[in-house]
């Protein structure tokens, strides 16, 4: 059987209905969908790279898609400054090494590092020179980008920094 069927979902498709409570047919006892929450399962191979300002951005379950957290695969050199009012961010660092900066505070990255960043807190990163930074980024709320409370808000970095990745 191929990765792409392999499992009880289709590819691209949730499993059952998004907003039921009780057991549905093939789900295990004691099984209760509750909010708007579904199984779903998605492929990176399956999904089409965004071009972003700094690299490209694979929005493997996105738009609030099964009601738990969005996750995107980023490929970036650096991010500029900036925050998300109501939205958490949680990054896994797959490749490349580089820096971030969270609310002014500078941090190394480089595989294997976990950076977990609340709402209303201003961050930015930048690669290493002749690098490429690739991360996971699990957010939530399960929100659309296009939700006023998800999207980026750009930020002034302080004044008189300036090594701060630009916004």
Same mark, same amino acid.
């Given at each position: 059987?191929?990765?792409?069927? %392999?499992?009880?979902?289709? @590819?691209?498709?949730?499993?059952? !209905?998004?907003? #039921?409570? +009780?057991? /549905?047919?093939?789900?295990?006892?004691?099984?209760?969908?509750?909010?708007?929450?579904?199984?779903l399962?998605?492929?990176?191979?399956?999904? %089409?790279?965004?071009?972003? @300002?700094?690299?490209?951005?694979? !929005?493997?379950? #996105?738009? +609030?898609? /099964?009601?738990?957290?969005?996750?995107?695969?980023?490929?970036?050199?650096?991010?500029?400054?900036?925050?998300h009012?109501?939205?958490?961010e949680?990054?896994?660092?797959?490749?490349?090494?580089?820096?971030?900066?969270?609310?002014?505070?500078?941090?190394?990255?480089?595989?294997?590092?976990?950076?977990?960043?609340?709402?209303?807190?201003?961050?930015?990163?930048?690669?290493?020179?002749?690098?490429?930074?690739?991360?996971?980024?699990?957010?939530?709320?399960?929100?659309?980008?296009?939700?006023?409370?998800?999207?980026?808000?750009?930020?002034?970095?302080?004044?008189?920094?300036?090594?701060?990745?630009?916004?």
């Open positions: 059987m191929s990765k792409a069927r %392999a499992g009880r979902c289709a @590819p691209r498709v949730e499993c059952g !209905r998004a907003a #039921t409570a +009780g057991r /549905g047919e093939g789900e295990p006892e004691g099984f209760v969908r509750t909010g708007g929450k579904a199984p399962v998605r492929y990176t191979d399956e999904t %089409a790279p965004t071009p972003c @300002p700094y690299g490209t951005t694979t !929005r493997v379950v #996105t738009g +609030g898609e /099964g009601g738990v957290a969005n996750v995107h695969i980023i490929d970036v050199s650096e991010g500029g400054l900036h925050l009012e109501a939205y958490d949680t990054y896994y660092v797959l490749d490349g090494s580089g820096e971030i900066t969270l609310d002014g505070a500078r941090h190394a990255l480089r595989p294997g590092a976990v950076v977990i960043i609340p709402a209303g807190v201003p961050h930015a990163l930048k690669a290493a020179p002749g690098q490429t930074l690739r991360f996971v980024i699990f957010g939530t709320p399960a929100l659309p980008i296009s939700d006023e409370r998800a999207r980026p808000k750009k930020v002034s970095p302080p004044s008189g920094d300036a090594t701060a990745p630009r916004p």
